[in-house]
């Protein structure tokens, strides 16, 4: 492996110019202006893993932008990987905020800004030069690869469930990669082995045909908004825990080892809770923050409106009130079991005094790798290698539905491993990715190729 | 009397002649457009009560809209009423609405279809009309009176506390008469003698210094939107009782002649429901509609605003979370220590980790004339002569702030004498007043100036 480190390490300036060349293309999916961006971006993308020996390179068509394929699949024996990433990117407003433009890529203090720095072209263009290195210092990968990057991630993924559907036997693999994600900290890498689902709803309450006067009909009837507060009061206890009956019933205990691995990690609360402006941080009983927000399920309201909203004071006694309710969800909770559990304790707990409408607005799957899964420790040892450091094993509490894609149609584990920084400005002004951590990266890459390689595939 | 009467029978075309000249004046206060008509509906006013036989006709500067003072006072030893009303109308929106033009004054079936024709020009008319006959015909009144017309009440009588302040001495007297309300249905005549007060505040919890993504920081923080919930919740219980300690201290229970009496009123419960849209009527426990909104307090949620409200789903946790929130007060409860007792028991049940602002946005005190009341007695005895019925005694569930100022600044009771339906569209389209109960109005008001003045003044 030294010729492939020596010839990372001396391609420096050359990757920073390459990259500079990807990141100038404005491949902003969310803005029809750019559509012809964005499929110039497909090309060069494709051209790209070409030129770093990949084969079989191609676009594929999915009814939106293109998924750019390429695979090297002369490993026998050997695990396949099944890399996915993206190679559209977020608009960039407020421009004016922007210290240097988001489409010329500029280094300063050892970071790269553009936009598509570190989210994600800068990470995928990690692995192209990856590839690069092991097929042009030694001719060959330590494993077989497949690729697929979407255009189309920064607008939901339209298309990819559907891909991934239509070709499920092609992308047949043995472990799936991602780098889409910051690890925990500077200096701190990251493997992130689980991540939350999602149960979304909307509530409707009527109470009467139109908005009453509280002069006249104060008392007669029920209110609206004051039901709805009843009802939400209802779905926690003043400790934090959701009152929804088999809410919990599902959820996986958090591990002896996990716990203590979460409380080594450099973690300062009160910088945290400074940092939100929260006069206290709260949460569930017996369980510390971290665990609150990347293994336990939440209940939160997402958005209320009800009557009178201006200023000064109306005598309304409002005729509806609505709620935007969602619930996080980690494993092994199914958003259609807790959507069914909660729209019967929510249909309990209203009183018949008022209408209730409940709409599922979205829903998504938890998910989690178990961190004796071989891929995840394979992983650990290539981030070890190529970081000079251990990575902590975190888990996440948002969600990334292609991990569950990847798990429910291909039967797939993920390994999540990314190499930004929390503080990179992924979607907002000044994106950045540290150079270091990409050089790393790239050589982790490498490790990683190998480490799985030495896996049975 | 009976010339008086018989005067005002054959009166009554003439009536509706110059009364449609005064409903022709389109004395909108709320729109500056209207400056002009206002003033000029101020000097027929003053030109009507000269015509009447009134005295000390003048214009009374009030930094608004000017009020109409006329007075008539020589009946030594009789009690002395003061008359309110006002000349100024609503504005008419929306115009398409309406059958006939809102200023040109059309009778049909027996109503007077106009634009002020029951609020409060019609009413106020039927006073003037009552006055001239007794002048006309006895040469004189039984009681003494002064009248004081404004031009503000349609938007908020922002000159009126200060212009009764200003003129306690002048304004001296023993009774209010105001007739800017309505009966309590067809041919029901009535009597109002309690109205609620009011307590109105706004409430605003913060949590975080701006939303946060639910996914990363859900279950790190308490979520002000539910946080909100929680708070309401604990302000009523389940039966409807408000739970605030010491709210009810003050409230004067009702009468067993009360209830009674409100029982025997002729009001179908399951046909207001039914107009109403409700899925059933709610209220506190033990108490009838009537007694819910005419003399209970109530607690009520007037508008919710926090986080997301658009279409769809947005997985955020709101920074913020607003509820306008007002209390209808009884006799005995003080608006001031009501306040105090919210606030306190608002305080004590919003959990630390949020912070609370909470602002008081109006106030208004209850107000009630007891029934025994000779002024009471008086009137009812007046209604019975005049509409051949006797009165049904009410309360009205909403405010009049102008009858709690006579009470405070003058010391004064107020006799609600309205002939007004409820289903006459004051501040709606197609506003109208009856013209057989404008009709009896007047001889009902000539015979309650002479109940009035047979008491001791």
């Given at each position: 492996?030294?010729?492939?480190?020596?010839?990372?390490?001396?391609?420096?300036?050359?990757?920073?110019?390459?990259?500079?060349?990807?990141?100038?293309?404005?491949?902003?999916?969310?803005?029809?202006?750019?559509?012809?961006?964005?499929?110039?971006?497909?090309?060069?993308?494709?051209?790209?893993?070409?030129?770093?020996?990949?084969?079989?390179?191609?676009?594929?068509?999915?009814?939106?932008?293109?998924?750019?394929?390429?695979?090297?699949?002369?490993?026998?024996?050997?695990?396949?990987?099944?890399?996915?990433?993206?190679?559209?990117?977020?608009?960039v407003d407020p421009l004016d905020q922007w210290t240097s433009p988001p489409f010329e890529a500029t280094v300063r203090a050892g970071e790269i800004y553009a936009?598509?720095?570190?989210?994600?072209?800068?990470?995928?263009?990690?692995?192209?030069?990856?590839?690069?290195?092991?097929?042009?210092?030694?001719?060959?990968?330590?494993?077989?690869?497949?690729?697929?990057?979407?255009?189309?991630?920064?607008?939901?993924?339209?298309?990819?469930?559907?891909?991934?559907?239509?070709?499920?036997?092609?992308?047949?693999a043995n472990v799936v990669i991602i780098s889409d994600s910051p690890m925990f900290d500077r200096g701190v890498p990251s493997l992130c082995y689980g991540l939350?689902?999602?149960?979304?709803?909307?509530?409707?309450?009527?109470?009467?045909?139109?908005?009453?006067?509280?002069?006249?009909?104060?008392?007669?009837?029920?209110?609206?908004?004051f039901v709805l507060a009843q009802v939400l009061a209802q779905m926690k206890d003043r400790a934090g825990r959701v009152k929804i009956p088999g809410f919990y019933?599902?959820?996986?205990?958090?591990?002896?080892?996990?716990?203590?691995?979460?409380?080594?990690?450099?973690?300062?609360?009160?910088?945290?809770?400074?940092?939100?402006?929260?006069?206290?941080?709260?949460?569930?009983?017996?369980?510390?923050?971290?665990?609150?927000?990347?293994?336990?399920?939440?209940?939160?309201?997402?958005?209320?409106?009800?009557?009178?909203?201006?200023?000064?004071?109306?005598?309304?006694?409002?005729?509806?009130?609505?709620?935007?309710?969602?619930?996080?969800?980690?494993?092994?909770?199914?958003?259609?079991?807790?959507?069914?559990?909660?729209?019967?304790?929510?249909?309990?707990?209203?009183?018949?005094?008022?209408?209730?409408?409940?709409?599922?607005?979205?829903?998504?799957?938890?998910?989690?790798?178990?961190?004796?899964?071989?891929?995840?420790?394979?992983?650990?040892?290539?981030?070890?290698?190529?970081?000079?450091?251990?990575?902590?094993?975190?888990?996440?509490?948002?969600?990334?539905?292609?991990?569950?894609?990847?798990?429910?149609?291909?039967?797939?584990?993920?390994?999540?491993?990314?190499?930004?920084?929390?503080?990179?400005?992924?979607?907002?002004?000044?994106?950045?990715?540290?150079?270091?951590?990409?050089?790393?990266?790239?050589?982790?890459?490498?490790?990683?190729?190998?480490?799985?390689?030495?896996?049975?595939?």
């Amino acid at each position: 492996m030294h010729t492939v480190i020596d010839f990372i390490h001396t391609s420096r300036d050359r990757y920073i110019s390459a990259l500079t060349e990807y990141l100038a293309i404005p491949s902003i999916s969310a803005l029809p202006d750019h559509v012809d961006d964005v499929a110039r971006c497909a090309r060069w993308t494709a051209d790209e893993l070409g030129r770093v020996g990949l084969e079989n390179v191609r676009l594929i068509e999915t009814g939106g932008n293109p998924v750019v394929y390429a695979d090297w699949l002369h490993a026998p024996g050997a695990p396949t990987i099944l890399f996915y990433g993206h190679y559209d990117v977020q608009p960039v407003d407020p421009l004016d905020q922007w210290t240097s433009p988001p489409f010329e890529a500029t280094v300063r203090a050892g970071e790269i800004y553009a936009r598509g720095a570190v989210d994600d072209k800068g990470q995928i263009f990690m692995h192209f030069k990856a590839v690069e290195a092991c097929l042009k210092q030694t001719g060959r990968l330590p494993v077989n690869m497949k690729l697929i990057l979407e255009g189309e991630e920064e607008i939901g993924s339209t298309h990819l469930d559907g891909f991934v559907r239509d070709h499920q036997s092609e992308l047949a693999a043995n472990v799936v990669i991602i780098s889409d994600s910051p690890m925990f900290d500077r200096g701190v890498p990251s493997l992130c082995y689980g991540l939350r689902g999602l149960s979304y709803f909307q509530i409707d309450l009527r109470g009467t045909t139109s908005d009453l006067h509280s002069g006249s009909f104060g008392g007669a009837v029920a209110n609206p908004g004051f039901v709805l507060a009843q009802v939400l009061a209802q779905m926690k206890d003043r400790a934090g825990r959701v009152k929804i009956p088999g809410f919990y019933d599902d959820v996986r205990p958090l591990l002896d080892e996990e716990r203590e691995a979460f409380a080594r990690l450099p973690f300062n609360e009160q910088q945290y809770r400074t940092d939100l402006g929260a006069p206290r941080l709260f949460g569930e009983r017996d369980y510390t923050t971290l665990e609150r927000v990347w293994a336990r399920p939440t209940f939160e309201v997402n958005g209320l409106l009800s009557g009178f909203t201006g200023d000064g004071a109306k005598t309304v006694i409002p005729a509806v009130a609505m709620a935007k309710v969602s619930m996080r969800l980690v494993p092994d909770q199914e958003p259609d079991t807790i959507a069914e559990i909660f729209e019967t304790y929510l249909r309990k707990v209203t009183p018949k005094t008022v209408t209730l409408d409940v709409t599922r607005l979205h829903g998504g799957k938890p998910w989690m790798t178990e961190l004796d899964n071989p891929f995840v420790q394979a992983a650990g040892r290539a981030i070890e290698r190529g970081f000079g450091r251990a990575p902590v094993f975190n888990r996440e509490g948002g969600s990334i539905p292609v991990v569950s894609t990847f798990q429910e149609v291909l039967g797939l584990p993920t390994l999540l491993f990314g190499v930004g920084l929390p503080d990179e400005n992924a979607h907002a002004p000044n994106e950045k990715l540290n150079l270091g951590n990409f050089l790393n990266g790239i050589i982790a890459s490498t490790f990683l190729y190998e480490e799985i390689g030495k896996l049975t595939g």
